[in-house]
């Protein structure tokens, strides 16, 4: 198999490394300085074994990529940035390109769908982290990522099965599934911890907003009537296979969204996490005052620029105290 991995990122990286370092065929589409940086001294794989240089063949876009029959898209970019990666693998991969989207969030896939037929998608813990040009680091001591592997909207194949045996012999923890998006559902749910870990100053007012924003999370999910698996098959699934390395102090904190508010990027895929949530009760009638104050505080440090961490959760909990 050759893996396109497009958005040679956080995620991108570490999965496009480890592939590249099993022996699959690899090419990292990547942009700007961090492109540079790879094509002049490798892709630098920070593991806790100390950093490893690879060197990964890259592209600057699809147009650079050398399309052949068992080519694969490894969609890594953030949910904001999915149309315009799309727009670029419209243009160039053959419409037969099975495009797996290895994101967080549930509505890429639906909007891959409109664009290419072979449709598959990844429910990934990695974690990993891209603050620095040239370098991604592999946040966890152990196995890579515990990943979830499926066709969408529903089922497995050889694909399915094939990428995940390419993965588990990269080091990660990966099982082909026949329901891939009742775990992306389940990971959503975790995800609304992303904009507070972000936003807000990390102090027990923010662990209480997290847990009232996967409240909302969950009511939401059963008015709509969406099955995910459980938070007990979650948690047992993970297991002890991910052991965050001591830079990362803890899940939400240096999540990809805090990365995005730290790097000062401008924008952030929260209108795909708190956001879900926040369209779903719309249609379905649950109010969601949490994750709409999540999702709208978090806009506002994106495009203010303003620093990860800054904003005092306890006023807001205390203007809804009782109300939730
Ligand atoms: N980081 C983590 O620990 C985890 C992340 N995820 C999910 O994985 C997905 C990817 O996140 P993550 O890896 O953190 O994000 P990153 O921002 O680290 O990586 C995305 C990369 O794609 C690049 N990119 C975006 N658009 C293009 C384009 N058109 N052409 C070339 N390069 C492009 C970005 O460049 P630029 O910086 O210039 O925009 C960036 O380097 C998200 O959905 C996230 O929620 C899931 C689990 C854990
Ligand atoms: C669960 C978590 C926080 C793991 O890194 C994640 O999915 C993210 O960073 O977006």
Redesign the pocket.
């Known amino acids: 198999m050759h893996y396109v991995i497009y958005?040679?990122?956080?995620?991108?990286g570490v999965i496009g490394g480890n592939l590249h370092r099993a022996g699959s065929r690899v090419t990292l589409?990547?942009?700007?300085a961090?492109l540079e940086a790879i094509r002049e001294r490798g892709l630098v794989l920070d593991t806790e074994a100390g950093p490893l240089t690879l060197d990964v063949d890259t592209a600057a876009?699809a147009g650079e990529v050398e399309w052949t029959e068992d080519t694969v898209v490894m969609l890594?970019?953030?949910?904001q940035?999915t149309a315009?990666?799309l727009e670029?693998l419209q243009r160039h991969a053959p419409p037969s390109t099975p495009v797996v989207a290895?994101?967080?969030?549930v509505a890429n896939e639906a909007t891959i769908l409109r664009v290419f037929p072979r449709v598959y998608s990844i429910c990934?813990?990695?974690?990993?982290?891209?603050l620095e040009p040239g370098v991604v680091v592999q946040d966890s001591a152990t196995a890579p990522g515990v990943l979830e592997v499926g066709r969408y909207p529903g089922g497995s194949d050889e694909l399915a099965v094939a990428m995940a045996g390419d993965l588990e012999a990269a080091g990660f923890v990966a099982s082909a599934r026949e329901q891939v998006m009742a775990w992306k559902y389940r990971k959503l749910i975790a995800n609304l911890g992303n904009g507070v870990g972000a936003s807000f100053v990390d102090d027990e007012s923010a662990v209480e907003l997290t847990r009232l924003a996967r409240l909302e999370g969950e009511s939401v999910l059963a008015a709509a009537g969406i099955q995910l698996v459980s938070a007990q098959d979650d948690l047992d699934r993970r297991g002890d296979h991910i052991a965050r390395r001591g830079h990362r102090k803890s899940a939400a904190a240096g999540?990809?969204t805090w990365?995005?508010i730290s790097r000062g990027?401008g924008n952030v895929?929260i209108d795909y996490l708190s956001g879900e949530i926040v369209m779903l009760g719309r249609l379905h009638g649950v109010p969601t005052p949490v994750n709409e104050h999540v999702q709208q505080t978090t806009s506002r440090l994106a495009r203010e620029r303003l620093a990860p961490g800054s904003v005092d959760a306890a006023p807001f909990l205390a203007s809804v105290s009782g109300a939730v």
Do not use: T
Request: hydrophobic share 35%; with cysteine.
């Open positions: 958005g040679a990122g956080a995620v991108g589409v990547a942009r700007g961090h876009n890594c970019v953030k949910s940035q315009a990666a670029d290895v994101q967080n969030g990934l813990v990695p974690p990993a982290s891209h999540s990809s990365q995005s990027v895929e």
